[in-house]
Nanobody, 121 residues
Framework: QVQLVESGGGLVQPGGSLRLSCAASGSIFRIVAMAWYRQTPGKQRELVASVRSDGSTTYVASVKGRFTISGDNAKNTLYLQMNSLKPADTAIYSC???????????????WGQGTQVTVSS
């Protein structure tokens, strides 16, 4: 069984920084891609940033230049460095991973439980 556990959320003032972590554990053969999503009440879940196994990354326009996604392959851990935070960044942030659990089997999608990020003075 694969588990994703996020940490690093909290309350921060506008202009501040936070770093989120997402640790993947369990039976993992290969992580194909990982991503951070966020959601606020009444809004659709939004893809914030993603990274593939080849190192390529994507960002939603509203966070470009402020957020950086990265991963530590040895630790199966994903990070999201968030700088210059704005009140509009307030949301529950969740990580997701596309994982090949057993070689040659279909890639499966896993989700973490989410961590709250609140940007407020």
């Amino acid at each position: 069984q694969v588990q994703l556990v996020e940490s690093g959320g909290g309350l921060v003032q506008p202009g501040g920084s936070l770093r989120l972590s997402c640790a993947a554990s369990g039976s993992i053969f290969r992580i194909v891609a990982m991503a951070w999503y966020r959601q606020t009440p009444g809004k659709q879940r939004e893809l914030v940033a993603s990274v593939r196994s080849d190192g390529s990354t994507t960002y939603v326009a509203s966070v470009k230049g402020r957020f950086t996604i990265s991963g530590d392959n040895a630790k199966n851990t994903l990070y999201l460095q968030m700088n210059s935070l704005k009140p509009a960044d307030t949301a529950i942030y969740s990580c997701a991973a596309n994982i090949e659990v057993v070689p040659g089997t279909p890639i499966q999608n896993y989700w973490g439980q989410g961590t709250q990020v609140t940007v407020s003075s």
